[in-house]
């Protein structure tokens, strides 16, 4: 039941279809001129898409709650609980806090430099090949390694993580295909019989499965150990995967922006947070109601589907001037919600910057400006914005 106030979207303006997910700067555009929030009854899903209106569901966590399911498919539906996002406090608070030390600066301090020799490495071939696909030089292998310092599971090649990263996405997202659900298995399979034995005697990882992590706050039964630590394994590749080529895709679109930060390194971490901002990784997180709740002038009724559009509220002209341009001098950095906000807030945030800084760091060193080689292409999900192929030609920086 709607009041008169809220919008009934037409089936055209589901954000899940297929043109809406390619080309959706234009389509939030037209979302928020529909109001904060809007009904699609297709779906029977209430998008919220400005920056006051996701900010607000993010929030009121008490109203808007995870613990009924924070991807598109309910935790009654699908059987299936994550325990950090599909929680509320008080669980949500054990479980975060069982690990949350691990991301303080102390930790970031000691993985930085191992994060930095792993782009070297990296980088050396793919600055000699002058022409490289971004996706398979950097997208995929900097997370994929980085993973493995923050938890102790050995890295599985990167094509493999990669397809599994991105099958985690996709089944919490709406009708995803089988062979999605398929690779999952298969992942948590290698996870137990080969991830798990491989981990080194002091590591996150094991921390978490022998001993519950910190203050032994994760549950010894069940499998609520296994399932936080395979949490924090996969959230954090197809994610930094997306902003690394999002990231190189802008500056190769605003090459002046490139030239101001390549003669000012200290704009890097703003560079990450507007890259964060401009095109986001995460398209969407779902919350729902408990009870009627009285939302910005509109009626969400009880036990609803509340649907926030991450990259919608970062591109609103309210709170973002010029907010379709990238402009890495221009803004309050971290006024973004790529990474949520309150007491969901990305937990991997610090990681997911500082490899993206190291990144960022180590090619303006290297190289001038960064031309498109190709025709860039998108990935299919439905809630990772990401590219499968981004051909691009990395020109050298001359050397003093
Ligand atoms: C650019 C990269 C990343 C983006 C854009 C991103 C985005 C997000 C967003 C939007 C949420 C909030 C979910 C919600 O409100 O329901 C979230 C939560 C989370 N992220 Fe990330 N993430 C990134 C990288 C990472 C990394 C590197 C890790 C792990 C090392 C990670 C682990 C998590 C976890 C465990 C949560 C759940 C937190 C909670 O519910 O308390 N993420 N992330």
Redesign the pocket.
């Known amino acids: 039941m709607t009041t008169a106030s809220a919008l009934e979207l037409p089936a055209a303006m589901d954000p899940f279809r297929p043109e809406n997910l390619a080309d959706p700067y234009p389509f939030y555009e037209r979302l928020r001129a529909c109001g904060p929030v809007a009904h699609l009854p297709g779906r029977d899903t209430w998008f919220v898409s400005t920056y006051a209106s996701v900010s607000q569901v993010?929030r009121n966590y008490r109203e808007f709650v995870?613990g009924l399911g924070?991807s598109y498919h309910r935790v009654s539906e699908s059987g299936f609980r994550f325990p950090?996002?599909d929680n509320d406090p008080p669980e949500?608070t054990r479980i975060?806090r069982s690990v949350q030390r691990h991301f303080g600066k102390g930790p970031m301090a000691e993985l930085r430099p191992m994060v930095r020799a792993d782009i070297e490495r990296l980088a050396a071939p793919a600055l000699a090949a002058g022409t490289v696909d971004v996706v398979e030089a950097f997208s995929r292998t900097i997370p994929n390694l980085t993973?493995r310092h923050?938890t102790g599971i050995p890295a599985p090649d990167a094509r493999t993580m990669a397809g599994w990263a991105d099958a985690a996405f996709h089944v919490v997202g709406p009708e995803p295909d089988p062979e999605y659900v398929a690779l999952i298995m298969e992942s948590l399979e290698w996870l137990s019989t080969e991830g798990l034995p491989a981990m080194p005697a002091h590591c996150l990882g094991r921390l978490m499965m022998e001993q519950g992590g910190d203050d032994g706050l994760l549950a010894a039964e069940g499998s609520e150990r296994l399932f936080a630590l395979a949490?924090?394994w996969v959230?954090?590749v197809d994610?930094?995967n997306?902003?690394i080529s999002n990231m190189i895709r802008a500056f190769t679109l605003f090459p002046e922006q490139w030239q101001l930060l390549r003669e000012d390194r200290s704009l890097i971490p703003a560079a990450v947070e507007e890259a964060?901002r401009w095109d986001?990784?995460?398209r969407v997180?779902m919350r729902r109601t408990v009870d009627e709740v009285e939302f910005q002038g509109v009626t969400i009724p009880a036990d609803a589907d509340v649907c926030a559009l991450?990259p919608s509220a970062n591109r609103d002209p309210e709170v973002f001037e010029r907010a379709d341009e990238f402009d890495i001098t221009l803004r309050r950095p971290t006024a973004h919600v790529?990474?949520?906000a309150s007491?969901?807030?990305?937990?991997?945030?610090p990681?997911?910057r500082l490899e993206a800084a190291e990144l960022l760091a180590h090619l303006a060193d290297n190289v001038e400006r960064f031309e498109q080689a190709g025709e860039p292409v998108r990935g299919v999900s439905r809630v990772v914005r990401n590219f499968s192929s981004l051909p691009t030609r990395l020109v050298p920086a001359a050397r003093a």
């Open positions: 993010l995870s924070s950090f996002i949500h975060r993973i923050v949490s924090i959230a954090g994610t930094t997306s902003l964060l986001s990784p995460v997180f991450f790529a990474f949520g007491i969901h807030l990305c937990l991997g945030a990681v997911a």
